[in-house]
């Protein structure tokens, strides 16, 4: 009953065409970000702040950036964990060299090398579509992961050939490094994150994010109405990695704290993927959706026997999650390839014509 | 199931996750086991978290704990991923956890900024980060009982021994991460300060089983020695892929993390003759061991799959972890006069270690290893390794302990210490009398 | 791009504007795949204004000519003259920038998106706001995006389809899905728009609607429509000029009656032996 | 001019100056070409039969293999453990058509893929979950396949060839006979060839797709049991070879995703073309370049010949 929006006529365009045109809608999500930016500071505890929201938040950054290219472009990929890791050690070698700018600066322009990176390997998509593309984005994840490890420069030469996290401050606090509270973590992941949002959302509803979805649901039309493929290939391309390498910055910086090879090898490429998959193709809500979903399941898995008093092997439980995972991608797939996002907003459709449920269409 | 009956269940479960029993250890010592019981890795990372939790739990059931405080060990799998290892970091370490044993190079580097931070220390027991022996540097992480720097520099010395090291050429393979990457610069320096040439063979992670271009290239450059920094199925692959181009496997040695029983139980008798660096004793024939299998194994309480898995390298490196652990408890325990301890007490155990060899025999484990003595500056103890020889079905030990060249090693560790820490002005350093 | 338009319009003005001005003319094209001929040496124009049909048996190499005209396939030989430019290679982008655009024989509709968003992606070349306003979505943006919102929206309400401006296209009947694809055509405000079958598999009712909105279409908005399509009636009711192909080459051109009247025509369509 | 001497020159001079070691890594290169055809085999037979691009051929060459080293520790003799992996992968088979194909046909390609990259977890968790994660030596003995190896002294050196490697080319190429006869000779291999025409045919023909779908995977399942066999037994039977098994995609690259040729030949130029360049030009670029080879290869490639070596060239219809 509350979910409504009987008596919101919109009398212009604008108020149509408006990201959120449901006044319920806005009102829920404006109580989120309430609890993001207020109550989750105050109240959760260190754990779930640093180890379940700031990880659920750099994931669904990176599932943001591979959903604008698989999801709303179509372009199969199968090299986040690359683009993520371009990013990452992109801000290392920047704060390196400028360690007086700002970190949430160098980070958000680190991505900016991903998207370079993304649009070379990128330009192969302009001959070859689908799963030879999905390919070639595996030629990207190699032969990056080779790079991370075999050019020493991109780890300053450090003995382990990792990248090791500095300590940088803003106003006197330390927001990256050892000594940087998860508190203040999660206030500038999270501020990236709704910003970087934002701008996906207004960027795919206007002429550009259109124009990806042409290429994507039926590129010779797309084409036949004035559409360069490779001008909107690209775009996306470089959209989406500088979305994964602002991803990768933030996980390095502002989660993990240090990073090797590994960090950014082909199973994050798949984890990534199986968020956009099981979160919904062609939807932000998806992304975040996604993320929660695979990042939290194993974390319930775990605790679940625990609070039932059943003693799993470590192991079991991961193994659990794999096959978990692995029978809901399928199980979406075939009853619904739009994921959780698609459940959801059928969710929604209920509650606005419950209690009559014929009543629509 | 209807979607919103699920979506609730999902949120519910979600919010109970956050509300899970945060028990702050009262009356009890909480160790948390970083373990990879899956993944590539497993195979080395199960019986070391065997060997590690059953000797706590003989603890336990023999003597109702450390002086009467139980131990609680609790796993958390990480598959050998730091991400996952963090997580599992975060995830134990307000429940009062004491140290932290990750078995990865990865996520040692992860742990090592946060060790001074929350105040529990990091025990890398021979793997991580070589500069950490220098304690004035780094107060909260213990690489006892040897480095990775101490080790090459005692296989070299081996290499010396048997027939000269000037002039020959060594063959390094390794694991092309941080791990397999850590012992190059004393490589380097060795080589020139022994005489010797090095000629390096790195493996990808992805590579492991697919080495046949990297053994052609050491039949190509064909050197007199070969030297694996290797891990998980990366080990036995190599000593095929060398027993096939007729590597004299007796002048192949692995360190210590590519001479288990695991890595040669498939390769048998092909591997015959290969050599690996070891510090922890080998078989179940100690009185301790003896233990563990009455308190623990026979009664079920082990997750080993064999009772002859007891005593097996990896095992006993496991089991040896935790010996340190618990001595290391024990001397807080002294030392603070509190029966339950903290981290920074833990720091303080770790530090003050003394395992001597009349120790050794009171523990049950005469000769299981060197002398393992801490100070505020070594966070190394003792640096010396054996060296032992696969006969075709088991390791047998061939050497006594080899010291490392502490003279050239020990300055070089120092260096690496001040150079990890010069980039980082809040670094929390100690100064030792 | 721009540019290019504004001078390619001074020119269509300078050669007059008038019904008998030739709007696109083909000459001697031949297009073949792997030794296959699929058009043998066609030649044809199209006038300004006049609504000109294509037809022939399957496989006549139809919809290839369709595809030679907006840049989709580059003919081995042959000259094509749109608005007094000639060209040979041309790819389908730059054929819309020049003022063509199409539907397709098998509806070529995005199906992941909504009505409106299907005929608003016919704005595509209509729209040039610059990338960072699109990223704060205010200003000159904001303003675009409404603009031709409205504009969509008369197409809609020309093509009666408000009723589903919301929905999916996927979902939707085909008929109507038929209908969106001209209005995204439309959109596009082409000189030239090439119809493949606008009117396969539908009934006669529906029919007799896309007739009337063809035909308004060339009335009201003046726009040049070139017509591929089977049902012979529709063809002699809608079209000004006929040309008639068969296996690859043209075989009759001319006004519905004389084309009706050509034994060659009859011929084929009775499937004579040649 | 150094670099272009140390790149253009000196291998070659290498190469001429010790023809036997040549030899050697082209032998090498082949065996692991054999073995990577081998996984790209399975991909085509059911590329061919059912369009779907199966990502989970590679956890299928693990799981076999592990099904049937696990039933030998668990006491069953070597045969019976081979006679109950083959039933298992059929099994496997049956499953995956009733439950995943079955339900997704006509769905977009990469739809599909994905859905066997879901599948791929199915195998890598239940695989783990029953049999461990460690990784288990091959039973080679017990399946009497052949240890040792020959010498062959030419060109004033030697050529050594692994008994295990001569009999992987053998049995890879017995397979291969052996598909050709079931394709040609058999009804249902004329049948699958029909599905992989025209599927619409093949219906009209009275073949059920739901069998065929499930004579192929389970075709994919023997080969991805023999290439587990053959590669677990020159190294282990672990999880970590999943990896190396997404070279079989480069592969398909090279090859086309509908040639049984074409898989044989692209696994061989990727296996001695990576084994050449990491030995002879490898150490240019500070070695461990075979980890991308292929896949860099792969791209060249597609960007000059997108049909693949064997493939016909794609008209685009509209």
């Excluded at chain 1, 004035?226 to 990768?248: D, E, N, T, W």
């Excluded at chain 2, 022994?194 to 590579?207: H, L």
């Amino acid at each position: 009953m509350l979910y409504r929006e009987a008596g919101q006529f919109k009398t212009s365009y604008a108020a149509d065409q408006a990201l959120l045109p449901i006044l319920q809608d806005r009102i829920g999500l404006s109580l989120i970000l309430l609890v993001a930016f207020v109550g989750i500071p105050l109240l959760a505890t260190d754990f779930f702040i640093g180890s379940v929201m700031i990880p659920f938040l750099v994931f669904s950054l990176a599932a943001i950036g591979l959903n604008i290219l698989t999801g709303y472009a179509g372009q199969l990929s199968l090299g986040t964990g690359a683009f993520m890791g371009v990013g990452a050690y992109a801000c290392y070698k920047l704060t390196t060299y400028f360690p007086d700018i700002n970190i949430i600066l160098l980070i958000l322009f680190s991505g900016v090398f991903s998207a370079a990176a993304g649009v070379l390997f990128g330009l192969p998509s302009l001959r070859i579509k689908g799963l030879y593309l999905a390919i070639t984005t595996l030629a990207a994840q190699f032969f990056l992961e080779w790079c991370f490890i075999r050019i020493a420069w991109l780890y300053n030469y450090n003995d382990s050939g990792a990248i090791e996290v500095p300590t940088r401050k803003l106003l006197d606090i330390a927001i990256t490094g050892a000594s940087a509270t998860p508190v203040v973590r999660y206030l500038v992941i999270i501020s990236v994150v709704t910003l970087m949002a934002l701008v996906a959302a207004n960027v795919l509803r206007g002429r550009i994010g259109r124009s990806w979805m042409m290429i994507r649901d039926m590129d010779i039309a797309a084409e036949l109405m004035g559409i360069r493929p490779l001008r909107a290939k690209l775009s996306a391309f470089a959209f989406s990695s500088y979305y994964c390498g602002v991803a990768g910055a933030l996980m390095v910086f502002m989660w993990i704290g240090s990073a090797e090879v590994e960090s950014f090898d082909i199973n994050h490429s798949f984890l990534v993927l199986f968020m956009v998959i099981i979160g919904g193709m062609g939807s932000l809500l998806g992304c975040f959706l996604g993320a929660a979903f695979i990042w939290v399941l194993p974390i319930i898995i775990r605790a679940v026997p625990q609070l039932i008093g059943l003693d799993l092997l470590a192991a079991t439980t991961e193994h659990l999650t794999n096959i978990i995972i692995g029978v809901l991608i399928i199980f979406f797939l075939i009853v619904e390839p739009h994921g959780l996002a698609r459940l959801w907003q059928l969710g929604k459709e209920k509650l606005r014509t419950w209690p009559f449920p014929y009543a629509s269409n | 199931m209807t979607n919103r009956t699920f979506t609730a269940l999902a949120a519910a479960l979600v919010v109970a996750s956050c509300w899970i029993p945060v028990a702050q250890a009262q009356d009890s010592l909480y160790i948390p086991s970083l373990t990879y019981r899956t993944g590539p890795f497993s195979g080395g990372g199960t019986p070391f978290a065997d060997g590690y939790a059953d000797y706590l739990n003989m603890l336990n059931e023999r003597d109702g704990g450390i002086n009467g405080v139980k131990i609680i060990v609790e796993e958390c799998e990480t598959a050998y991923n730091s991400q996952k290892g963090v997580e599992c970091y975060e995830a134990t370490k307000d429940k009062g956890a004491l140290a932290y044993s990750p078995l990865s190079t990865g996520i040692t580097l992860a742990l090592v900024p946060k060790a001074p931070i929350d105040k529990i220390p990091v025990f890398s027991m021979g793997y991580g980060l070589s500069a950490a022996a220098a304690g004035e540097k780094f107060p909260w992480t213990f690489v006892y009982p040897a480095s990775y720097w101490s080790q090459m520099s005692s296989i070299l010395k081996y290499i010396d021994a048997n027939d000269g090291i000037r002039g020959k050429k060594i063959g390094f393979i390794y694991l092309d991460a941080a791990y397999g990457l850590e012992p190059i610069p004393l490589l380097d320096q060795l080589s020139e300060s022994m005489g010797f040439t090095v000629a390096k063979f790195p493996v990808g992670v992805k590579e492991m089983q697919n080495q046949s271009s990297q053994w052609l290239n050491v039949r190509k450059e064909s050197p007199d020695w070969m030297i694996m920094w290797g891990w998980g199925a990366m080990n036995p692959t190599a000593i095929r892929e060398a027993a096939k181009i007729r590597f004299p496997l007796d002048r192949f040695i692995g360190n210590w993390w590519a001479g288990s029983h695991n890595d040669l139980k498939g390769v048998g008798e092909a591997g015959k003759g290969y050599l690996a660096a070891n510090f922890s004793g080998l078989g179940q024939e100690y009185p301790a061991l003896q233990d563990v299998l009455a308190h623990v194994v026979d009664k079920g309480l082990s997750k080993v799959s064999a009772r002859e898995d007891v005593g097996n390298v990896l095992y006993n490196r496991g089991l040896f972890n935790a010996v340190v652990l618990a001595e290391a408890v024990r001397i807080a325990q002294d030392r603070t006069g509190k029966k339950v301890i903290s981290g920074a007490d833990m720091r303080e155990g770790l530090e003050n270690i003394d395992l001597s060899e009349e120790r050794l025999s009171e523990l049950g484990l005469p000769g299981f290893t060197g002398e393992l003595k801490g100070s505020c500056a070594d966070h190394e103890g003792g640096g010396s390794i054996f060296i032992q020889q696969w006969n075709g079905s088991d390791w047998e030990k061939v050497t006594d302990l080899i010291a490392p060249m502490s003279d050239i090693v020990r300055p070089m560790l120092e260096e690496a210490a001040e150079a990890y820490v010069s980039d980082k002005p809040d670094w929390q350093s100690q100064t030792c009398s | 791009m721009n540019h290019a338009r504004r001078w390619s319009d001074q020119l269509s003005e300078e050669l007059g504007s008038g019904a008998s001005a030739e709007l696109l003319s083909v000459d001697n094209v031949s297009l073949s795949f792997g030794g296959v001929k699929a058009i043998a040496d066609i030649s044809f124009d199209i006038l300004k204004g006049e609504v000109r049909a294509i037809i022939g048996p399957n496989g006549a190499g139809k919809t290839s000519m369709l595809n030679v005209i907006n840049g989709f396939y580059h003919p081995q030989e042959g000259i094509i003259t749109f608005r007094g430019k000639q060209r040979r290679r041309m790819k389908p982008y730059q054929a819309a920038a020049s003022g063509i655009a199409r539907t397709f024989q098998n509806v070529a509709l995005f199906k992941g998106m909504s009505t409106l968003d299907n005929i608003m992606s016919g704005r595509s070349l209509k729209m040039h706001c610059g990338f960072l306003w699109q990223v704060v979505h205010i200003g000159p943006a904001r303003s675009e995006e409404i603009r031709h919102r409205r504009r969509v929206e008369e197409i809609i309400d020309f093509l009666e389809i408000a009723h589903i401006r919301k929905q999916p296209v996927g979902k939707l009947p085909y008929g109507l899905q038929k209908r969106v694809e001209l209005g995204r055509a439309m959109a596009m405000e082409p000189e030239l728009l090439l119809l493949d079958e606008p009117m396969a598999g539908m009934n006669l009712e529906e029919k007799e609607d896309m007739s009337r909105f063809i035909i308004d279409l060339n009335s009201e908005f003046g726009t040049t429509i070139a017509l591929i399509e089977h049902d012979m009636g529709v063809v002699m009711d809608l079209a000004d000029r006929v040309v008639v192909l068969d296996y690859g080459r043209k075989i009759a051109d001319g006004t519905p009656a004389e084309v009706q009247a050509n034994q060659d025509v009859i011929d084929a369509y009775l499937g004579v032996a040649h | 001019m150094d670099i272009l001497h140390s790149i253009f020159v000196a291998p070659f001079i290498d190469m001429g100056a010790y023809p036997d070691f040549l030899l050697q890594v082209i032998w090498e290169g082949f065996v692991a070409g054999v073995l990577y055809s081998l996984i790209a085999l399975g991909f085509v037979l059911i590329y061919k039969a059912s369009g779907v691009f199966n990502f989970a051929q590679g956890i299928m060459v693990v799981f076999a293999a592990l099904v049937l080293v696990s039933l030998h520790e668990m006491g069953m003799p070597a045969w019976v453990a081979v006679l109950v992996s083959v039933v298992v992968m059929g099994l496997l088979a049956i499953g995956v058509e009733r439950f995943v194909l079955r339900k997704l046909v006509n769905q977009h390609d990469a739809i599909l893929l994905m859905a066997t990259i879901g599948l791929t977890l199915v195998l890598k968790g239940s695989g783990q979950l029953i049999f461990g994660g460690e990784p288990k030596p091959m039973i080679t003995r017990e399946l009497g396949l052949p240890t040792g190896a020959s010498d062959w002294e030419v060109f004033g050196g030697v050529v050594i060839f692994q008994h295990i490697d001569i009999a992987a080319t053998v049995v890879a190429l017995l397979m291969v006979l052996a598909l050709a006869v079931f394709f040609s000779k058999t009804r249902i291999g004329r049948a699958l060839r029909a599905v992989a025409d025209d599927h619409q045919a093949a219906l009209s023909v009275g073949i059920s797709l739901h069998q065929i779908w499930a004579i192929v995977w389970f075709a994919a399942g023997i080969v991805a049991l023999v290439t587990g066999i053959m590669w677990g037994a020159r190294s282990e039977v672990s999880f970590a070879l999943e990896i190396i098994a997404l070279k079989a995609l480069a592969v398909l690259i090279l090859g086309g995703f509908t040639s049984i040729p074409g898989a044989i030949v692209g696994g061989l130029v990727i296996g001695i073309g990576e084994k050449l360049f990491e030995v002879y030009w490898g150490a240019l670029f500070g070695s461990g370049v075979e980890a991308w080879f292929a896949y860099v290869l792969a791209l060249i490639f597609l960007l000059f010949r997108p049909q693949g070596l064997f493939g016909e060239r794609i008209i685009e219809r509209v």
